[in-house]
């Protein structure tokens, strides 16, 4: 759902955007105020590529210094139309081939295989594009066919990297890589970040291809490490001992205790945890001091969660998570967050932990205001509890926690949204967000966004005065179908 900030700009509010920025390019160019070597940086906190276009159109200071941020990334558009079994393709190769001076901005580049498939005659033009990224640094691959007729495409794009300095490689297939495409990938060398993600076919761990990327890969992505023995992928992670981020899929979950005790700079683990075999008698102490940890599990029965608690402390036995992410899965319900594993994290990680995520377990309204309470940094909280008539007990929960920014608490027994009425618990929210030493800006209660700013109003008399505003954003449940509807109207609920 996108936030209220994303909401679409109308024409006026683009014309009146570009006005400002041409006034303020026009006073730089007269006066000096701003320099043009600081402009970049201003810009490239843009995430819309709709605003980078625009400041590119103002004057040729912001054209100079909006071009390199445009085209730093370029990707390829592919708008399928499943009844007509065609598609729209929209390739960024035109536009580099009429202007290739543009081509030495270029540092990342995606490419899929639905080009082939249903714009053959563009193929060309596309690794002529390629050949021109004199400073490419990333390349990413795609391609969803499950009968992996795109390859031959992919080994052509291969063949060009190997004269480029490219860093980091991003290979996302459903079919898999056939032995030809794998003995040309381990001639790479030099690689700060892989990631393989293949749905079908042998699974690849870097076998062979560790030993020649351990002097430089710090990000690896293995998405498919079902039925490789524990002993194997141990031994392929070893010729590793850069990394700072690993995320495995199907990876044994007894083998991650051991890789964590040789890989001492890894800083960022998502794995999962596959239950009672999982936990090994490893007694080593994890040489790695983990700041971001994700965990995936699933169960079908609530017990296959007992010891997935300890299994996880055991990953973090020092003060440095500071991220944390549980997606925990049962087919009998919804896992209940233990009060103690909260408490023996905070035991530990109480000065560093900022940033607490479990939507799919349970938590306790009196949990959650415990959380809040044990970690007084804590800046991002979202997790699943149950609805609650009494507004105030919200307010309760976060009393304690003045460097919490936003929560996210999913209901999981809430009503539809249209039998609600949202303005009920604006007034709690708005208590919590007004509380002093507070700094929440942002509370989602189960459909319903609450989002608090101070905005400039006019007065009566005409003069500006600031005022605390709180606009809330309502997602319409939509009871005879499978999905969510967004409601147009953003309501304004301070009155």
């Known amino acids: 759902m996108p936030s209220i900030d994303e909401r679409p700009r109308t024409k006026a509010d683009t014309e009146l955007r570009s006005t400002r920025l041409g006034m303020s390019s026009q006073k730089m160019g007269t006066t000096g105020a701003l320099p043009l070597d600081v402009l970049p940086l201003i810009l490239e906190h843009l995430s819309d590529r709709r605003e980078l276009c625009t400041c590119a159109q103002l004057s ?53 295989g639905a080009v082939g498939l249903y714009r053959p005659e563009l193929i060309e033009d596309c690794r002529k594009a390629l050949k021109l990224y004199v400073n490419l640094e990333g390349f990413t691959w795609s391609d969803d066919t499950a009968e992996g007729n795109n390859e031959r495409d992919f080994v052509a794009y291969l063949d060009i990297l190997h004269t480029l300095p490219v860093r980091e490689l991003v290979i996302r297939t459903f079919y898999g890589l056939s032995d030809e495409v794998w003995e040309m990938l381990q001639d790479f060398t030099g690689l700060s970040k892989v990631s393989i993600w293949c749905m079908e076919g042998k699974p690849r761990i870097l076998q062979g291809w560790s030993e020649k990327l351990g002097a430089s890969l710090t990000h690896l992505e293995l998405g498919r490490c079902s039925g490789v023995p524990a002993s194997i992928l141990i031994s392929v992670l070893s010729h590793l001992p850069h990394l700072r981020a690993l995320r495995l899929k199907g990876a044994p979950s007894s083998a991650i205790l051991e890789i ?16 009672h075999a999982a936990f090994s008698r490893y007694d080593d102490v994890p040489a790695a001091s983990l700041k971001e940890l994700t965990i995936r599990t699933s169960s079908v029965h609530l017990q296959g969660f ?29 896992a209940l967050v233990p009060r103690g594993f909260i408490l023996d994290m905070a035991s530990i990680h109480r000065d560093t932990l900022r940033h607490f995520t479990a939507d799919s377990t349970q938590m306790t309204l009196a949990d959650i205001e415990c959380l809040c309470t044990v970690f007084p940094l804590l800046e991002t909280l979202s997790c699943s509890t149950l609805f609650a008539p009494e507004g105030a007990h919200y307010e309760e929960v976060v009393a304690k926690a003045n460097n919490l920014r936003e929560i996210r608490m999913n209901m999981n027994n809430w009503m539809p949204s249209n039998k609600m009425d949202s303005a009920m618990y604006s007034e709690p929210v708005r208590k919590s967000m ?26 009566e008399d005409g003069t500006d005065q600031v005022e605390f505003d709180i606009a809330c954003n309502v997602v319409q449940y939509i009871g005879n179908t499978n999905g969510f509807q967004e409601e147009a109207a953003i309501q304004d609920v301070t009155g």
């Open 306 to 334: 007992q010891q997935l608690w300890t299994w996880i402390r055991r990953l973090i036995p020092r003060p440095s998570l500071e991220s944390f992410t549980l997606n925990a899965f049962s087919t009998q319900g919804e």
């Open 60 to 112: 040729k200071a912001f054209h100079h210094a909006a071009t390199p941020l445009l085209y730093r990334t370029l990707d390829v558009r592919v708008v399928t139309k499943r009844r007509l079994q065609t598609a729209i393709v929209v390739h960024p190769s035109v536009t580099i081939l009429k202007k290739p001076e543009y081509a030495k901005y270029v540092r990342h580049v995606r490419e899929s």
């Open 260 to 275: 964590l005790t040789f890989l001492p700079h890894l800083v960022v683990l998502d794995t999962e945890y596959f239950g």
């Open 434 to 459: 007004l509380r002093q030493g507070s700094v929440l800006r942002l509370v989602v209660l189960g459909y319903i966004v609450y989002q608090g700013r101070w905005v400039y109003k006019k007065a």
